[in-house]
């Protein structure tokens, strides 16, 4: 009787032993972020973006004017032959950014510029991966804008300014509203982070660089954009 008693309690302690690790098991699954098989949550953690974006991104076209005509290209040179120099440099979707499609300007900038916009792009998903959140990709809505460019964005934007920095290829613009969501990574589902939460961390990846003197930039509310200038 009392081996039976024994061999009970030894069974009860051992079930219960097992029910605690399974529990314990169970809880660090529930909060792994793949705790959903071949799905990848987001782990938000120190998103400060900017005290606001009107105050902090105010360079004027005046400002971003003297840095376009210092490092641009003349507004009435020969592109073609500036492309063949490698003055003007292609820019197309890659790793680092998405090239929206381009209906008023050409992919093409000054290799400083080009080289600003890898540097935002990659610091962006630098950015996304430390503060926990799933890769997005910026998206470049205008580069540069011919005299041809203007004319026709005239017609349906009068406000659309001749003295534009973008006619120097030194000027870009990203879009604050959309981004390149990218669903699955490495056969990984990935949770989406919203457009809010994307703009705040490309805000402080562009006050870094504006900081470190490497760009203004400008944010434009009707347009939905960063207006973005090479220093």
Not at 70 to 90: D, H
Not at 99 to 104: A, N, Q, R
Not at 128 to 137: A, D, W
Not at 185 to 209: G, H, I
């Amino acid at each position: 009787m009392n081996i039976r008693r024994y061999i009970h309690k030894r069974n009860t302690r051992l079930l219960l032993v097992i029910a605690v690790l399974v529990g314990i098991v169970g809880l660090v699954y529930w909060l792994s972020p793949t705790r959903k098989t071949g799905y990848q949550y987001n782990s938000p953690r120190n998103i400060k973006g900017v005290y606001s974006y009107k105050q902090v991104f105010n360079d004027l076209n005046e400002v971003q004017l003297l840095s376009a005509q210092k490092y641009g290209i003349s507004p009435n040179a020969n592109i073609e032959a500036l492309k063949k120099s490698e003055r003007l440099q292609e820019i197309v979707s890659c790793e680092d950014f998405v090239v929206d499609s381009l209906t008023h300007s050409s992919p093409y900038l000054v290799p400083r510029a080009k080289n600003l916009l890898h540097d935002i792009g990659k610091n962006f998903l630098d950015s996304l991966s430390s503060k926990g959140l799933n890769p997005n990709k910026i998206i470049v809505t205008s580069v540069l804008r011919t005299t041809d460019h203007i004319k026709r964005l005239r017609t349906q934007n009068v406000n659309a300014s001749q003295n534009s920095a973008h006619i120097y290829a030194t000027t870009f613009d990203i879009s604050w509203r959309r981004f390149q969501y990218l669903p699955q990574v490495e056969q990984m589902q990935m949770e989406p982070v919203s457009a809010d939460t994307l703009k705040m961390v490309l805000a402080e990846v562009l006050n870094d660089l504006r900081t470190a003197g490497r760009c203004y930039v400008k944010h434009e509310a009707k347009q939905a954009c960063f207006h973005i200038t090479v220093r």
